[in-house]
């Protein structure tokens, strides 16, 4: 069984600094991927950056970087010079594979944190 | 572009209907979709894996009778809610990942509103 959890229901930041939302997971999987989507207010969810367990280095994609550390379990986002556009919510995500690597595929998410930048 | 397309974006309707959703893969084949199902500011909660040309993979507690899921083809899928009632009101997406990268791209969701 797989758990993700986002312990940050809600999180405030000024615009053009930076801020960190935590991911922690559990898995008993060898081969894993650790995602973020951003849910606007529309509802899409828009892929932000992915991880792979094996990964030695930490991703990173644009103003986004994905803080890795295997050992704590911890995924957690940082976003650079928050912008009035990055108000929405973000979700921590992991998909397993087996023992071969392949991937399940399904994908289980935390709770979710929402952010809000203030100009 | 968007590479998953789902449709209808909303739904309005009486109780006791019911209501078709698509999900099509633009360009790539998919032979495993997923539908979740959302309420609002909570998180998606995973209700069934599609399996191209054989049944569908149902989490525990999803009614197999209530969501039909139907996977004609390596482009299509489709949830079906039978006979819908107010508490079947929630947002519905689906998602798919090209076999060959990732990542998973999200459908738009829908919008089900049952009066």
């Known amino acids: 069984a797989q758990k993700i959890t986002q312990t940050q229901p809600g999180m405030f930041v000024q615009e053009k600094e930076a801020v960190t939302l935590d991911c922690t997971y559990d898995t008993s999987d060898q081969s894993y991927g650790l995602f973020w989507y951003k849910q606007p207010s529309s509802g899409e969810m828009i892929f932000l950056i992915y991880?792979?367990?094996?990964?030695?280095q930490n991703a990173t994609e644009g103003r986004y970087s994905l803080n890795f550390q295997k050992a704590r379990k911890s995924a957690n986002l940082v976003i650079s010079a928050s912008q009035l556009g990055d108000s929405a919510m973000y979700f921590c995500a992991m998909e397993g594979a087996n023992a071969g690597g392949t991937s399940y595929g399904k994908l289980t998410f935390g709770q979710g944190t929402i952010l809000t930048v203030h100009p | 572009g968007a590479v998953v397309s789902q449709h209808p974006s909303w739904v309005i309707c009486k109780s006791g209907t019911s209501v078709k959703i698509e999900c099509r893969s633009l360009?790539?084949?998919?032979?495993?979709m997923f539908w979740y199902r959302q309420f609002p500011k909570q998180s998606l909660m995973l209700m069934a894996t599609s399996n191209e040309g054989s049944k569908a993979t149902y989490e525990q507690g999803v009614e197999k009778d209530k969501f039909l899921i139907n996977h004609a083809s390596l482009t299509l899928s489709t949830l079906t809610v039978t006979s819908a009632h107010p508490e079947d009101s929630s947002f519905y997406i689906c998602s798919a990942r090209d076999p060959w990268s990732q990542p998973q791209h999200f459908g738009d969701g829908t919008r089900l509103s049952i009066l």
């Open positions: 360009d790539f084949q998919a032979t495993t």
């Open positions: 991880q792979g367990s094996y990964d030695e």
